[in-house]
């Protein structure tokens, strides 16, 4: 558990990102927070260098929707300050977080304060005696880390954690997770290091975690890109979603356009993702730009529209034709239906819920 979060087991997936405020501003620090909250994130992770950001870490985590970790790196009396400051989860890095005994400091700390620990194996900071050992970050350096450190929480009987062996290039990091899942029975956090920036980060992102999640490896994801946190949680659902294991709202199915489109797919797709972001309830849309595979597409989403002739459009509610919309009111008219159906689907399940609870 990390704060009132299940991570492993039948739990689902749970999607993750990381501030990149000063922790001791706790004012930007909760506002970043609450964008990546609208955005669906389940778990939050923010940086403790200094005592300054622990100190402000009770403010963060009392305003906190979801659960905190604390990133500690060197410092290891940063730990035992985030434990006591409210802190769900202590993320340590075992090559750099020091001796045995300090990390035996901050297996107290966690027991004392009922703290979750992840450790946090990274390609780009193994222990010293591994790079020796192996000449260079590989599989069996970064499990060789995460096992020794399983080890120390295992003998203080201390059970209450989660592993991740991270590295930027995506082969490594696929096969030491896959190493690692044959060794050990425990949740696992996956990620692509230092993946890249929005374009290209998310596709080495996809790549990597959604290859180890389609072999059913992982628990808990996040997606490091050099771009806003929230947009870590959008990529990480659309990875999700993708492979069937999570879904949350609008699954767009648009084409790519080409000469035959009856009005501009690609604006009106931006515009949309933009506009429905706020909408959570699983539903689909589709957004064809002409009558090839837009009558196809649309039979199998709850609300279509495909590109007409003369700036008129054919709108579908359900798979079936329903009524035309022109290009002035389209951008509207579809959010409007996305909202009235979220609305409806919620309503639905409400009923099935209150009637299976009668039963």
């Not at 008219?333 to 609305?343: G, M, P, T, Y």
């Amino acid at each position: 558990m990390v704060g009132n979060v299940p991570v492993g087991g039948d739990a689902p997936v749970t999607v993750q990102t990381m501030t990149n405020t000063p922790t001791s501003d706790a004012a930007a620090t909760i506002d970043q927070i609450r964008r990546c909250e609208e955005a669906g994130v389940d778990i939050i992770r923010v940086s403790c260098p200094d005592v300054e950001s622990t100190a402000a870490l009770g403010e963060i985590v009392r305003a906190a929707k979801v659960p905190i970790v604390a990133d500690i790196h060197f410092h290891y009396k940063r730990a035992l300050e985030a434990a006591d400051a409210g802190a769900a989860c202590l993320r340590i890095n075992p090559g750099n977080i020091g001796s045995e005994e300090r990390v035996r400091e901050v297996i107290a700390a966690a027991k004392a304060n009922g703290c979750a620990i992840r450790i946090g194996v990274n390609g780009g900071s193994l222990e010293k005696d591994l790079l020796e050992k192996y000449g260079e970050p590989c599989p069996e350096a970064l499990v060789e880390s995460a096992l020794d450190h399983i080890r120390i929480l295992q003998d203080h009987d201390f059970h209450e954690f989660k592993v991740a062996v991270k590295a930027s290039d995506h082969f490594l990091a696929v096969a030491a997770y896959q190493q690692l899942a044959e060794a050990v029975d425990c949740p696992l956090h996956l990620g692509i290091t230092e993946a890249g920036g929005l374009i290209g980060g998310t596709v080495k992102s996809a790549i990597g975690i959604g290859s180890l999640l389609w072999f059913g490896i992982g628990d808990t994801i996040r997606v490091s890109l050099s771009a806003e946190p929230e947009e870590e949680v959008r990529v990480g659902y659309e990875i999700l979603k993708t492979l069937g294991i999570r879904t949350r709202g609008v699954r767009v199915v648009s084409c790519p356009s080409c000469a035959r489109q009856g009005f501009d797919v690609i604006r009106t797709v931006q515009a949309l993702e933009e506009r429905l972001q706020h909408i959570n309830t699983p539903l689909s849309l589709s957004v064809l730009g002409c009558v090839v595979n837009g009558p196809g597409e649309a039979r199998e989403t709850d609300i279509g529209i495909t590109g007409g002739g003369a700036g008129k459009h054919m709108v579908y509610l359900s798979g079936v034709t329903d009524h035309h919309v022109r290009d002035d009111d389209m951008i509207e008219h579809i959010v409007s239906l996305v909202e009235a159906k979220a609305v409806e689907i919620e309503a639905a399940e409400a009923e099935a819920e209150t009637a299976e609870a009668a039963e």
